[in-house]
């Protein structure tokens, strides 16, 4: 079957029940034209974040298993819970308590909010996959916050030699033995302390390409390659060796899971590539070549169709084999706090239909709160078109 057939095979099915539910205007633009049945894929990706940003899943037991039996019902198959953000773990982390004397997240003491989660995620079918949300970022508009007090040695140094900062994120040095050394073992916590089916790396597995000029890096550089590190942060050979770090890192990340357990799958969501490469040090075209991830989640954090689409088509057309696709589960943004987005039903239905078009089997979407907006009407798509048991 043609393509333009099958992405409008997969559509047309859910145009009655938006006009009945949720009469969306359609921008023009992204109008398409469609007709006959949509299969719902049992097997591929349904998987949503949760945050504790702009989200209360995690402040309570009752809470918890709520949105647990929500996201069962709605047709979810994969969880992605935060555990590391801010600088805190979302569970007692022995770890955390010996290098920085804090347990836990002040919001969770004397909880264990994963350990519940995980409870109420196996009672209702859920797979649970740790998310490290800030990987190697130190803190939110902090100046670097408790762990760079503690180890300012860690911080990532700009070429000016200013801390790293990144709309608004401080970094570590995700080039550094010492700082890749402890979100590994942050990582492996988690994985050999809880029944989990995997761990999350997010888009902070990362640096931006203007880090580095650390003295460490720097004399590691010269030593290296012969000669100090260009001024201009985006030189090929500089860019590119520094990211080869950072997949020496996954590579290391990924093997030790695997040896705690065979089954432990290993996710990252980078940004697009090569915008990812060239701004984060994100080879991840690398990554999935050498088959150091699992699940690869691109943040194809795009609001209109056509965004989103040319993303997806360059994907699948020019970077990725048709066998390769099988690990690509997209991110879909559905709401973004910061700037009152939300996405409507129909754009949502549109993407996860090209998505299956195009041979993409599943989608990781940001994040759960959206799916609760507007009298949940993401959530009511969703359950009665593409994730219907």
Known sequence: MPLLERFQSAIHSFKSLLKQQFAVPVDAKNQITVPTTFTPDRTG???????????????????????????????????????????????????????????????????????????????????????????????????????????????????????????????????????????????????RNYPVNGIQGDDRIALPSEGGYDEKTVERYLQECGREPPQNPKERHWLHWRADIITEFVARLHRELKAINPDLLLSLSPSPYEWGLVEYLQDSQTWVDKKLVDMLHPQFYRRDFKAYKQLVDRLVDQQLSGEQLHCVSPGILLANRGSKYSMNPEHLLQVIAYNRARGIPGEVLFFYEGLRDNGNALAEVLKNGPYAR
């Open 45 to 191: 990706m349904r998987g949503v974040w949760i945050p504790s940003t702009d989200c209360k899943v995690l402040t309570s037991k009752q809470r918890i298993a709520e949105a647990m039996d929500f996201l069962a019902d709605t047709g979810f198959n994969t969880i992605f819970p935060v555990v590391w953000n801010r600088g805190f773990t979302a569970y007692p982390s022995q770890i955390m308590r010996e290098q920085f004397g804090i347990e836990i997240d002040a919001r969770y003491q004397g909880r264990d909010p994963l350990a519940e989660l995980i409870v109420e995620a196996n009672r209702v079918g859920l797979k649970v996959i740790p998310w490290f949300e800030y990987g190697f970022v130190s803190s939110y508009n902090l100046n670097g916050g408790h762990l760079l007090a503690k180890k300012p040695e860690w911080a990532a140094r700009d070429c000016s030699g200013n801390l790293l900062k990144k709309n608004k994120f401080e970094w570590m040095n995700s080039l550094d033995g010492e700082v890749q050394e402890f979100l590994l073992e942050l990582m492996l916590e988690v994985a």
